[in-house]
């Protein structure tokens, strides 16, 4: 029974094996010439270095693979991750002069692994000009315009729709919550589907099975979260590929209903295939949802360990309900939201010290000397940002939740060592989006609730971020509730 599942094993490990041979085969070739990749570790054959780099550790951290590596090696080291031999880069200036230099000296580099789920056509495996129009598509649909008027008033029903629901004096899962809020969101702005909808419900619980097995070992047999991932992908798709039938009827009888979502923006601005489409959207599900959600869950946590930011921020909150009071408005405008700044500084300090997006991948298209390194041609090279996030010699006491550090001319804007959001060609095009999310939230939250761990927790990079025990808090309805959620529905 044994060696037939290891056999079976093996065989579905065989396109990894393959892969993985292909891959050391050029390093090794490599040796004969003058370049070599800087020192470090393959591994074990096969997977090399992968187990160890997905040990989950505290996302507040370094964590053990990269702490003893760089202490042995430095800096920039080789390793082999995915079934790829992997330039890991803990440095910021190489990190910088990774992000901007995509094309010139590096082209797409995520594992093919993660491309199988998120298909051929998501805009992380796309190069060129292909990347630069289906970028255009989203740069457009979340420009600042639509994010003040079409984005505002959807995060705000979304905001009080998730946080109306709770009961008072209950416990909810912050994680869960703050997911169902930005899936809300997302699934009204991508296909128009409404909260509180059976359909609606479904596929969210399709992209969390999709979302687990983004960064799991590529291990495809039943049972396994790439496995349930593939399916989840494929039931993901089935209703995107239904929706936009409908919505090319709709259009083609020059209906005026037509909703103003991601799909009819694609329809109307290309033409995407069934397959592009589905890959498209998403891609822009996986880019948009659960960051955002991970972003209020950390803060959440961060500010029940830090009193003193909560009272500042609550007092910026109530400041500002107060003077809207005086001027007979209600609702939270645009100026309003630009005046929330201690919160926009929560945010920053929220995905700096909780490393949401912990790292990306890209490919030497050629090799390339940085200082005393040669990176190959055909490695894989991995921007470490969580390493920078937590140097200490870039942010003061980096394992404190600081929000303070982002205030005043010094703050974020001068911080060229911020990567939470990449950089680059490839800069999040929904960053704005996130923050606004993120303040909207919080403006209802607090003025509505008090809130506090029902049990101490902590989040872990899996590397996706993720709470040991979700987050539970327990809430307290205000008796004196300002702006009334639900008000606004
Ligand atoms: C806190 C929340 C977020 C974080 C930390 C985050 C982080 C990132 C990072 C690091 C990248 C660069 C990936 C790379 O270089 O390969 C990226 C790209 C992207 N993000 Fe975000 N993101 C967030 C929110 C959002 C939202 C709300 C949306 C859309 C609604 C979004 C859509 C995208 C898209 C479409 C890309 C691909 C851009 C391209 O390849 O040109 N993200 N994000």
């Known amino acids: 029974m044994l060696g037939f599942l290891v056999i079976v094993l093996l065989l579905l490990l065989l396109p990894t094996i393959l892969l993985a041979l292909s891959s050391s085969g050029s390093s090794h070739s490599r040796r004969h010439g003058a370049p070599s990749a800087p020192p470090g570790n393959t591994g074990w054959p096969l997977i090399g270095e992968t187990i160890a780099f997905l040990k989950p550790h505290p996302s507040t951290s370094i964590g053990d693979f990269l702490v003893q590596r760089v202490s042995r090696f430095g800096n920039v080291f080789t390793s082999n991750l995915f079934g790829q031999p992997t330039v890991v880069s803990a440095d910021a200036q190489l990190n910088r002069f990774i992000l901007q230099n995509e094309s010139k000296a590096f082209g797409p580099g995520w594992p093919r692994s993660l491309i199988k789920v998120l ?60 997911r169902k809020f930005t899936f809300a969101l997302i ?35 039943p049972g396994t979260a790439h496995w349930n991932s593939l399916k989840a992908r494929s039931n993901i798709l089935n209703v995107i590929r ?143 940002f969580w390493a920078v996030h937590m140097d200490p010699s870039l942010f003061e006491d980096p394992r404190q939740f600081n929000p303070w550090r982002w205030k005043g001319p010094s703050g974020i804007k001068k911080s060229n060592n911020f990567m939470a959001f990449g950089g680059g060609s490839r800069l999040c095009p929904g960053a704005e989006l996130a923050k606004l999310e993120f303040v909207v939230f919080f403006h209802h939250l607090i003025m509505n609730y008090r809130w506090e761990l029902v049990e101490p927790d902590h989040p872990f990079s899996r590397p996706h971020v993720d709470f040991a025990k979700g987050l539970h808090i327990k809430i307290h309805t205000l008796e004196n509730q300002v702006e009334k959620v639900g008000r606004l529905l």
């Not at 419900?201 to 999709?210: A, Q, V, Y």
């Not at 995407?272 to 991970?294: I, M, P, V, W």
């Not at 909560?310 to 005086?326: D, F, G, N, S, T």
Request: hydrophobic residues 35%; contains cysteine.
């Open 242 to 384: 239904q929706k936009r039938e409908e919505r090319i009827n709709k259009l083609r009888d020059g209906r005026i209903d037509v909703e103003d979502d991601l799909l009819t923006w694609t329809l109307e601005n290309s033409n995407y295939t069934e397959e592009q489409t589905g890959d498209f959207l998403l891609g822009f599900l996986f880019g948009g949802h659960d960051t955002s959600a991970k972003s209020i869950a950390l803060a959440i946590y961060f500010l029940d360990g830090c009193p003193k930011a909560l009272k500042q921020m609550q007092e910026e909150h109530h400041a500002i309900v107060e003077r809207k009071k005086e001027k007979e408005k209600s609702g939270l405008g645009w100026e309003d939201y630009k005046q929330l700044e201690f919160t926009h500084c929560v945010f920053y300090e929220s995905l700096r010290l909780g490393n949401i997006a912990k790292y990306v991948q890209r490919k030497a298209v050629k090799d390339f000397q940085y200082e005393e390194h040669i990176i190959p041609q055909g490695f894989s090279v991995m921007a470490a």
């Open 119 to 178: 298909g051929r056509y998501t805009i992380l495996d796309l190069a060129g000009d292909d990347h630069r129009y289906m970028r255009s598509i989203v740069v457009n649909f979340l420009s600042s315009a639509r994010l003040q008027t079409v984005f505002l008033k959807g995060v705000e029903r979304a905001a009080t729709a998730t946080l109306g629901s709770w009961k008072g004096n209950g416990v909810v899962s912050a994680t869960e919550e703050a």
């Open 187 to 221: 699934a009204k702005a991508i296909l128009s589907m409404e909260t509180n909808n059976a359909d609606t419900e479904k596929l969210e619980r399709e992209f969390e099975t999709f979302s687990k097995g983004l960064t799991s070992l590529p291990l495809n047999f």
